[in-house]
Structures are given as structure tokens and as C-alpha cells.
């Protein structure tokens, strides 16, 4: 019977709290994109200039509602005006990590939700579009696995974070890009065993296709956020800038 270490799994998840620091000087605003109809979270530095390019990150959130998209935003936005970066937290389907396995019809939403929130967002904004990182905690590797290689001509940075792997999903859906996003999988020394063995899989899965780039456990974590890691990963790899938007001036 798998339904111990299912409620096992559940509880676990209960207890990923969020725990970065939450006093930013400008509050992140919740938007629904008028193509699809979906709510987004966004978090845009105080800093932030037309005149001045920004890398973007995008955070798929994992198993409502032990992981919704409000979590990501309250998670990445401290990082997100420390090292100037634009932060993006849609609200995603077919991310359950524990009875689920990323199905494709999910995958295919979630890539349309994701890729029409960057249309929508570098007219807004000015975007560094080489510099694009997609990344995902728990059940939200489902999404950030499947879009990020479906989109590698998009996604600068690929990195899995605790995160639920599906190879059979993934297989055959995506065509490799050069270059290649730089991507990362890690997870918690005491993360529940279903993340620890996909963890392993999915790690495996890019090895054997010469893709990974770095893998990390972190010692003595569980189920826990350290999008810090991610972060770091996402500044040691970025390329040169890209802009959406043409300014001459400082607006």
C-alpha cells in the first residue's frame, strides 16, 4: 500500500514554509495575463530602468496547496531585488507531485501560460531575454523540466529545486537547442525518498545526454527552499545581455 508513505510525503510538504526575508522596498503585484486568463504573481526591483535590461526568472510552483504560486513570489523577490532581477510566479496546472506525474495536456498549458506571460511582460518591461532562468520546486519540476527544454531557444538556465521528474513525459517532446540551457538539479540530504530517487533520475537523464551541468545535495536539508543555490547557479551562467525593449534614455 502506498498510502502511508503517501501521507507521509503530504506532511512533509505542509512544513516547506517560507523563510526568506520578506521586506523588500516594493511589494509584488498579483496580474492575470489577458491572453489566457491566468493569474501570475510579479515581482519587478525597485531599481529597475527602462534604460537597463534585467534577467528574469520564472518559479513553478509545486502540489497545491501545500505549493502555490504566492509562495514563489514571497520566496525569490528578497533575491530578486538584491541581484536586479525580474521575478515571475504563474499559476500552473497538472503539478502534483504526489498522486501525479505531469501529464501532457497539463505540460502543453502551462507552456502556453508561461510563454504568453514573457510576451505580454518584455513590451511592459525591458527583459535581458539571453538571461532567462526556469526553475521549480516540488511538483513544479514537472513544468520546469518539460517547458524549459521544450523552450531551450528561450531559457537560459534550467535548475530543479527538490523537485518530481517524469523521463516518460519528457522523451520525445523537445528538440536540444545550441547552446544548451546550463541546467542544475539539487535536492535536501533528507528530502523525502520519492524527490531523492527523481532527483537521481532526472540527473541521470541529462548526464547520459551530456546536458547536466552541476548537481548538489545540500547537507543536512529536507524538503526545504534554498532558492539561493539556484540563484548563484543563475548568476555564475549569465550571457551576454539581450534586450527586449531599445531606450536611449534613462525613463
Same mark, same amino acid.
Given at each position: 500500500?502506498?498510502?502511508?508513505?503517501?501521507?507521509?510525503?503530504?506532511?512533509?510538504?505542509?512544513?516547506?514554509?517560507?523563510?526568506?526575508?520578506?521586506?523588500?522596498?516594493?511589494?509584488?503585484?498579483?496580474?492575470?495575463?489577458?491572453?489566457?486568463?491566468?493569474?501570475?504573481?510579479?515581482?519587478?526591483?525597485?531599481?529597475?530602468?527602462?534604460?537597463?535590461?534585467?534577467?528574469?526568472?520564472?518559479?513553478?510552483?509545486?502540489?497545491?496547496?501545500?505549493?502555490?504560486?504566492?509562495?514563489?513570489?514571497?520566496?525569490?523577490?528578497?533575491?530578486?531585488?538584491?541581484?536586479?532581477?525580474?521575478?515571475?510566479?504563474?499559476?500552473?496546472?497538472?503539478?502534483?507531485?504526489?498522486?501525479?506525474?505531469?501529464?501532457?495536456?497539463?505540460?502543453?498549458?502551462?507552456?502556453?501560460?508561461?510563454?504568453?506571460?514573457?510576451?505580454?511582460?518584455?513590451?511592459?518591461?525591458?527583459?535581458?531575454?539571453?538571461?532567462?532562468?526556469?526553475?521549480?520546486?516540488?511538483?513544479?519540476?514537472?513544468?520546469?523540466?518539460?517547458?524549459?527544454?521544450?523552450?531551450?531557444?528561450?531559457?537560459?538556465?534550467?535548475?530543479? #529545486?527538490?523537485?518530481?521528474?517524469?523521463?516518460?513525459?519528457?522523451?520525445?517532446?523537445?528538440? &536540444? =537547442?545550441? /547552446? @544548451?540551457?546550463? *541546467?542544475?538539479?539539487?535536492?535536501?540530504?533528507?528530502?523525502?525518498?520519492?524527490?531523492?530517487?527523481?532527483?537521481?533520475?532526472?540527473?541521470?537523464?541529462?548526464?547520459?545526454?551530456?546536458?547536466?551541468?552541476?548537481?548538489?545535495?545540500?547537507?543536512?536539508?529536507?524538503?526545504? #527552499?534554498?532558492?539561493?543555490?539556484?540563484?548563484?547557479?543563475?548568476?555564475?551562467?549569465?550571457? &551576454? =545581455?539581450? /534586450? @527586449?525593449?531599445? *531606450?536611449?534614455?534613462?525613463?
Amino acid at each position: 500500500m502506498r498510502i502511508m508513505p503517501l501521507i507521509m510525503i503530504a506532511l512533509t510538504l505542509c512544513s516547506c514554509a517560507v523563510t526568506q526575508p520578506q521586506n523588500t522596498p516594493v511589494s509584488e503585484t498579483l496580474e492575470r495575463d489577458p491572453a489566457t486568463g491566468q493569474e501570475f504573481w510579479l515581482y519587478v526591483p525597485s531599481t529597475y530602468r527602462h534604460s537597463k535590461a534585467l534577467p528574469v526568472i520564472i518559479s513553478c510552483h509545486g502540489t497545491p496547496p501545500y505549493d502555490v504560486a504566492n509562495h514563489h513570489i514571497r520566496e525569490w523577490k528578497y533575491l530578486g531585488e538584491k541581484n536586479e532581477c525580474i521575478i515571475i510566479a504563474p499559476t500552473l496546472i497538472a503539478t502534483d507531485g504526489i498522486f501525479g506525474d505531469g501529464p501532457i495536456v497539463g505540460m502543453l498549458s502551462n507552456e502556453k501560460t508561461i510563454m504568453s506571460i514573457l510576451s505580454l511582460l518584455q513590451y511592459r518591461y525591458n527583459i535581458d531575454r539571453a538571461n532567462i532562468m526556469i526553475t521549480g520546486f516540488s511538483g513544479g519540476g514537472f513544468p520546469t523540466y518539460w517547458v524549459g527544454m521544450r523552450r531551450s531557444d528561450v531559457f537560459s538556465v534550467i535548475v530543479a #529545486r527538490n523537485c518530481n521528474f517524469s523521463r516518460a513525459n519528457l522523451d520525445s517532446w523537445y528538440t &536540444p =537547442t545550441a /547552446p @544548451s540551457p546550463a *541546467i542544475m538539479v539539487y535536492y535536501g540530504q533528507h528530502d523525502p525518498g520519492t524527490i531523492i530517487d527523481q532527483s537521481k533520475k532526472a540527473i541521470k537523464y541529462f548526464e547520459e545526454r551530456r546536458l547536466l551541468t552541476k548537481n548538489k545535495i545540500i547537507p543536512g536539508a529536507g524538503h526545504e #527552499r534554498h532558492p539561493e543555490v539556484a540563484m548563484e547557479f543563475f548568476m555564475k551562467n549569465l550571457r &551576454p =545581455t539581450k /534586450p @527586449s525593449l531599445t *531606450i536611449n534614455n534613462d525613463q
